[in-house]
């Protein structure tokens, strides 16, 4: 894999991952895991979760001190997508801007592919 890596993270998501890893009891070394698993309504889902520990086959994507993990297999579904945080009306919550998902479902965190 080259220097460049294809999965970003927006600078409010960074925000937000540095906020809600500041608040445990033991921040030092959580990072946020991103994966993409098999499931969901569309085939496919994200999962957000913190971890401390790092798999031998993370990436590791940081951005204004945010530190995320995501597996090889997950990044191959990620390839130019983004991790975002929004605040809306009916709730506050963590997305990825998804180019290579066909359709998702109205709750933002499965999709399908083309």
């Keep these: 894999m080259s220097d460049t890596v ?3 993270i927006s600078a409010r998501a960074a925000a ?3 906020e809600i890893i500041a608040a445990q009891p033991e921040p030092e070394g959580l990072a946020l895991r991103v994966a993409v698993l098999a ?3 569309n085939g496919f889902q994200y999962q957000f979760r913190l971890e401390r520990d ?3 086959d993370d990436v590791v994507i940081e951005r204004d001190g945010a530190k995320v993990f995501v597996d090889t297999t997950s ?3 990620l390839e130019n997508a983004e991790l975002e ?3 809306k009306l009916m709730g506050a919550h963590f997305t990825v ?3 290579n998902a066909a359709s998702s479902c109205g709750c933002g965190t499965s999709f399908s592919l083309a």
Excluded: E, Y
């Design 85 to 87: 945080f929004v605040d």
């Design 75 to 77: 990044l191959d579904l």
């Design 39 to 41: 499931g969901g309504c």
């Design 97 to 99: 801007t998804n180019p």
């Design 54 to 56: 790092q798999a031998p």
């Design 16 to 18: 937000r991952i540095n």
């Design 6 to 8: 294809p999965f970003s």
